[in-house]
């Protein structure tokens, strides 16, 4: 089964369809999918929701980097995106 999915779905793509690449600044992966937006205050990140903050920390902060400050778990964060149909590229 694995093998037929390797097979249908090409490289860098997701069962799920929708990809976040980690390493992508916040603004980045924001502007590819708004509603992240929407997702990253539910777990804490009540700042990008000004859109001053995503213009300017945004443009250089990553999702890891965002966690680290507001010692919000990894886990906790790919349980979310996952949970909404996120596959998380690290």
Same mark, same amino acid.
């Given at each position: ?37 929407? &997702?990253?205050? #539910?777990?804490?990140? =009540?700042?990008? %929701?000004?859109? *001053?903050?995503?213009?300017t920390a ?9 966690a680290a400050?507001?010692? &919000?778990?990894? #886990?906790?964060?790919? =349980?979310?995106? %996952?949970?909404? *149909? ?5």
């Amino acid at each position: 089964m694995l093998q037929l999915l390797r097979q249908i779905i090409p490289k860098g793509a997701s069962a799920m369809g929708k990809v976040i690449d980690l390493s992508k600044s916040v603004y980045e992966i924001c502007k590819e999918h708004p509603e992240v937006v929407a &997702i990253m205050k #539910e777990l804490g990140f =009540e700042n990008i %929701t000004n859109p *001053g903050m995503l213009q300017t920390a945004g443009r250089f902060m990553t999702i890891p980097k965002g966690a680290a400050m507001k010692h &919000i778990p990894m #886990e906790k964060i790919k =349980e979310a995106f %996952t949970a909404r *149909g996120y596959d998380l590229k690290e």
